[in-house]
């Protein structure tokens, strides 16, 4: 049976890189917002994780994901421009209620924040097959239970997706209505919720059975089937990610 992964095949220098260098700039986009605390540095580490995503290609399949975080994010903006804890300055009022400066300056930092985690995450999600990062991960000597983990975690999204359309199919063909205005979709909901929590019990349960037959809880110590990938650049780029962020230290707490 095939994986299903978030992983979009491209030709493309991203996906030319190792995934644990990958890894390597999730963390450094992490710190370097928190370390540096500037809305410049947050919209500059935001603007390079997208621009990385469109080097690979797959800008496009984020679209979903920052559709959502956008709604959530624009939640944020409202709440802090209104009653953030630091507002004293008005910047603006529109329909009686009134927005302050620093509640909309301390939004746009957590925006670009958010912005710029989550792309960096999708820069390794979508660039990476999972099969290539545990197998990574496994080789540095992490434990095999926890890659396996690291790898399902990868694959329950669409594993979930491909399992309601199926059921989906299977309830229309029964004539089931599942499309229609918002009291039709919310009527089938629960009737196609039920069948796809427990066929991700089966899957977990077949799935543990066929692990243990091959002896997945074996104690001696394993092989690979494949020789280890010559990645290009990841030298230079974890190294450079270093010097960055030990820079950054520096000027912000000994400078």
């Known amino acids: 049976m095939k994986l299903l992964s978030l992983f979009v095949e491209r030709e493309s220098l991203i996906h030319q890189i190792d995934p644990i260098t990958k890894l390597y700039y999730i963390v450094f986009a992490i710190l370097m917002p928190a370390i540096c605390s500037s809305i410049t540095v947050s ?15 797959v800008l496009k399949n984020t679209l979903s994901v920052f559709g959502f975080v956008s709604f959530v994010l624009f939640t944020v903006i409202i709440i802090q421009g209104l009653f953030g804890v630091k507002n004293e300055t008005i910047f603006f009022q529109i329909m009686g209620l009134t927005f302050y ?17 989550v792309a960096s995450f999708l820069i390794l999600v979508l ?20 890659g396996y983990v690291i790898l399902s975690v990868f694959q329950i999204i669409p594993q979930m997706m491909s399992t309601v359309d199926t059921i989906t199919d299977a ?44 002896a997945f ?28 962020l030990i820079g950054a230290v520096i000027g912000r707490f000994i400078l």
């Open 43 to 57: 919209i500059a580490c935001a603007f390079v994780s997208i621009i990385l995503l469109a080097i690979g290609k």
């Open 101 to 117: 400066k620093e509640g909309l300056m301390e939004s746009l930092v957590i925006v670009f924040r958010v912005i710029n985690i």
């Open 127 to 146: 660039t990476t097959r999972p099969s290539d990062l545990v197998e990574d991960l496994v080789r540095k000597g992490l434990s095999p239970r926890i």
């Open 171 to 214: 309830q229309k063909s029964r004539g089931m209505e599942t499309e229609g205005n918002l009291f039709v979709r919310m009527k089938a909901f629960v009737p196609l919720m039920g069948p796809v929590v427990l066929s991700s019990f089966n899957n977990a349960k077949e799935r543990a059975m066929a692990l243990e037959v091959r």
């Open 217 to 244: 809880g074996s104690k001696i110590k394993r092989t690979f089937l494949s020789e280890p990938k010559n990645y290009k650049f990841c030298m230079p780029i974890r190294a450079s990610l270093l010097i960055i």
